[in-house]
């Protein structure tokens, strides 16, 4: 067995203008830790011969396999197929399998096939075929010098579909690797330097095969032990002796020892308690609501949202008075109390959130600043509510706003349940 | 005049194992293309010191300027700032403005400061400081054979400030760059294949220094022409010249001729137009909502949303009856339907979106499938609903009907208003 080490390239401008955010390489990441397999480098680079094919040179000098994403579509700015082609020294061929799928796919859309859609089935003579489910443009391998090369279109889905279904399962041919074991544990309350002076005792007593690391995001820090060995029991044992001291250690700070968002830490709390919850948002439009809907099973705990956007809908919906809002405001702690007690009442909940605030970057007042937000949290006997003040980007102050509400139902919860 | 080329090297284990999605990039892309700099690489290494003293190496080789995000905090596993110490040859001392600025920072939150926040005033003699106003690490310029190298904090809003306030409005001390102009249009309803056929023609006519990409997403496909010169007004004229032409080509498919997402496309025509929209979501579960808000100004069109993630709330607030239900089912053209003409009512807006479906991995049943889903979108004369399926991941199923439903709401402002 051995460490083996691997790195992503990705190709595409829009990549390097900034037009698009590169999700593809955090899952591909992810997939390839799994079974053990190291990521040394991710590198963009252009649609751009050289570029691309220094950058095959260069990563192939570093490791032993080389992913590739991008530049396999039909148009003439994906260049990324001829250039393999001729890197490996192949010549391009037919390949008949890969026609009949890409036909078989336009029969099925009941739509007319053009050439330019048949020489998706071009391959170079010296690669692996990976067939593509998802789509038109197959996945390739090479090998050159020991390195395994693989090519894999940029559509995330169809990409993700092939790591899964075709690259995944054939590492094992290729590759012995050893074993890495991930343990992130999240903490709320307590900053960057202080959290690392309290648990200076636990990081320096790490052995040399255990690294820890510092992840600050949304005002909270993450914290992560990563292992890696060759003989998994034994690893796991001893990760998990360090982590479980490392939980010990912050506990008092301790929001989830699993590595989830913290809508899925309030979604599983309120799923174990058989409990239910709505919110009644303003400042964040639906924000916490698309959160906590974006996970698979939450059904079983998110019942609904009132978006209050413009405040016609608070006080039609949320019984705010126009009274309250000429004397206190909307962003106010009596308000935010009214939307949360209305929308459990609304939406026959045991628990709510209601946020009020104001994201920037218009809308402030001498009195009310831009990133001022009320947020509060109720259930049948009791509400609670909190101001923040967060002074960012819009963006950025709907996401802090967001986590902090749903860390503020958290503590509720436990406080009160 | 010259064309200048940049590297963005971003530092941090949580990169290479996954866990962060890497957005700082493209913005900084972006702002490099605004000034004229063309960045070729972008790579991200782990905290481990070969790795990054390489990757400083291997990109001075083919670039002029390199810039460095992450590995500045004040935790053990940050080991950036030693290793340019060592890497320009500079020695660490104490900078008493940043010192000051620390302990000013911590004096206004009144925490006490410990000996690793001072660190954080400790630079390498060899470097130009960049003040941090948003947080305690400064931003480092260091100068080598003709090469710039500037290191800034990986924290996204920190690294932002310092970008926009320091290191953009240095640039021009150092560098005479060229011009680089992007013009985008959206297209929905044609495939990239026979888009690239419709284009043929302006694409073959494109001169050397324009070139275009394709991006697909979501159903759709963008187009960018991208044009590099050093006669600014020479090369807009010749870059909307080609522009012009590839609008007027694909006119029967164009969203709009701006790189704005579809959201703010609906956002700008209900503007122009003085009208308002509303949202009623079921499996969306508030996107549709938190897209539109995320815009500055959307205030001005957007009025709220009622999320029946639970039936009960479409049958409490939307008016769909069990009966309904029973015969029909929610995902159905009946119920989508009423939901969209009952939060059109609730809401008194001018336009309104319902969507009811089912975005997997669960909930599916023979008739339905996963990515079933129907969409309506109503004004007071007239509801229009239709049937999408899209079986993807749940994130790409939300994220998919999201997009077409604004598109549909589109088309339907366009046709009836």
Redesign the interface.
Known sequence: MEKVFASIITI????????????N???????L?KIGI??????????VWN?IW??LD?ESK?VSLILITGGL??????ITKPLLCEYFGGRMVIHQPTLDHVTHIFEKLN?PM?D??AKQAEVPDNCTVLKNERGTAPGMLFKKDGKIFISLPG???EM?WLMSNQVIPMIPEFFKTGF?E?R?LLTAGI????L??MIKDV?EALPPQI??????NSGMV?L?L?AFGFDKDELQKEIDIHFQLLKQTVKEFLVTDE?IPMELVVGNLLKQKGK?MA?A?SC???????L???H????AY?????????N??KK??LHVTEETIQSVGVVSETVVKQMATSVLD???TDYSIAVSGIM???GATAEKPVGMVWIAVANKEKTVAKLFNFR?????N?ELTATNALNLLRIFIMENS
Chains 1, 2 share one sequence.
């Open positions: 595409g401008d829009e990549l390097l203008i900034g037009q698009v955010i590169d999700t390489s955090a899952w591909m990441a992810q997939e830790n190291i990521l040394k480098h991710r590198i963009a680079v252009g649609d570029d220094q950058a260069e570093h579509g039909p148009t003439a700015d994906d739509r053009i330019r859609n559509v995330p889905h993700k890495i991930h992130t900053g960057e330097s202080f690392a002076e990081e690294k820890l690391a510092y992840l600050p993450r992560r990563t590595d239910s919110t948002e964040t439009g639906g924000y916490i609501a698309h906590m809907t974006s698979a099973g939450s059904s998110f019942t609904g949202s009132i978006v209050s956007y413009d016609k809908i039609m919906l609304i939406m026959q920037g970057p218009g960012y980007t819009r963006q950025r709907i």
